[in-house]
Structures are given as C-alpha cells and as structure tokens.
C-alpha cells in the first residue's frame, strides 16, 4: 500500500460523524461492518494491503465515567475486535477514538502516540472531551492544529448517547454536522444516540489533517507530552497543562524504579 494513498477502513461507524471529518480532508472512507445494519464486527475479516489506515470509535460505555452500571465487558471485546482487524489489515496507521478512561492500545509492530482533543478546541460550543490513540508504522507524531487556545467563557455540556435535550437539530450542530443533516428511517432517540456516540466533525477532521500532513510537518519539535502541539523557541513543554502531565508521568516513573538499596536487599 502507497504511503500516499488516502484508502481508510472505517470500524465502528455509526453515523459515520468520523468518516466525515476525514472525508473533508481528503480521505475516501470505506465503512466496515455496522450495528445500524445488524452487521457484526466479529464476522468481518479485511483482506491485508488495501487500506492505509484504520479508524474507529469501539464502544465506550465500559469505560466512561457516566456509566451507572459495572462494565460488562463488552468494552474490552470490542478493543480486542478493532486490534484484530488492524493486524489483519496490516495498514500503515491506526487511529482509535474513545473516552478518557479507555485502556492503552499496544498493537505490535507500531508506535502510539496518545493525545485528547476537547470540542471547544475547534470551536464547538460544548465540552466534549475525547481521548485519542494513534499508532503508526513509521513512528511520525502528528501535530494537532487546534482552532481555539482558550477556552470561551459559555460552553453547553457534553452531547451524550443518552442526551436528554429535546432539539436534535441542536446536537447535531454541537457535534458540527451542517443545518438540516438527517437520519432518516432512525427512530428520535435512535437519532440522538447515533450522534451523541461520534466524533465531532470538526475535531475528526483535524486529527484527519495532522495525518495528511504528516510528511509536511516532519522535523517539527512537537511537544514531549504527545499532546500534538508544536514547541517552538527554547519551550520545553506548550502549556501549563503540559508541564503537569510530564511531572507527573516523571513521579510515576521514577515511583516504579526501587531504589539501589532495595535491589541490593
């Protein structure tokens, strides 16, 4: 497979809100088994070579800190789904979609980078905050280009599956679909569901960017907390944020070594 081929394999579609943002990049989408069609992921198998890259959103409920009910394992079935058909794929990279607390994904044979994106960020009146893996063969980061660098003083909550606000047409905008976007033959809350389980377009399409351009951004000094923004001076971190996150990755590492002394004993 060409490095430059824009041939994605999308799982977990949905209401393809992901497969949008990379369309407007550039991308052409290939959808993968979906549940809107009674289709199942454990019966799909993808032939290898044919795909640069695999996207997806595995379902979140196991994982998200909204959850009233124990997690039924469904989470961690899908995940090893999504690192099957990766490793059967074979492509270049992988990109994976999920909530904050969404366990680590190590596929052999690619480097991951780990990064959140916040709806605001590209300038979403909402709070939605997504946690994103990506894993490449090549090792490349990506420089995620956020829209925004502040966060606005007024700001919706977070669009959900289970979102009680009655307007969908009002979701759909939050989530950056265009006025009068549809899905006809869904019932309302089968609507609502859909969209409050993608991916804001926006921000799909960003990160859709960042892989495009990978080649162009190549060199840049990106900061160390993967967070995808560009270092630029003598800045050894981007943001407050940023610092935190490397001491505290820094405290964790150095808590796992033992001591000398205790090695010794």
Known sequence: MPADSHLV????????????????????????PDTLLGQRIEDFHCPEGHFV???GGPPCQDFSRARRRPPTG???RMLAEFRRVVTEANPLWWLMENVVGVPGMVIAGYSVQRFNLFAWEFCL??????????????????????TMSQQPNWLAKTVMAHDERGRFQRLCELQGLPSGFNLPGLSRTAKIRAIGNG?????????????????VTEGLRLCPCECGRL????QQSATAACRKRLE??????????PCLEQVAV
């Open 125 to 146: 009146r909402q709070t939605r905050n997504r946690a994103f893996q990506f894993g490449a063969k090549d090792g490349k980061a990506l420089q995620i280009k956020r």
């Open 248 to 257: 505290r990755e820094r405290k964790l590492a150095s808590a796992e070594v």
């Open 53 to 55: 890259g695999v996207i």
């Open 9 to 32: 394999l999308s799982l977990f579609p949905g209401a393809g809100l992901f497969d949008r943002g990379f369309e407007q990049a550039g991308f052409c989408v290939v959808r993968g």
């Open 231 to 234: 270092l630029t001076g003598n």
């Open 74 to 76: 469904h989470g961690e």
């Open 199 to 215: 991916v804001p377009v926006p921000m799909a399409r960003a990160v859709a960017e960042a892989i495009r351009d990978r080649a």
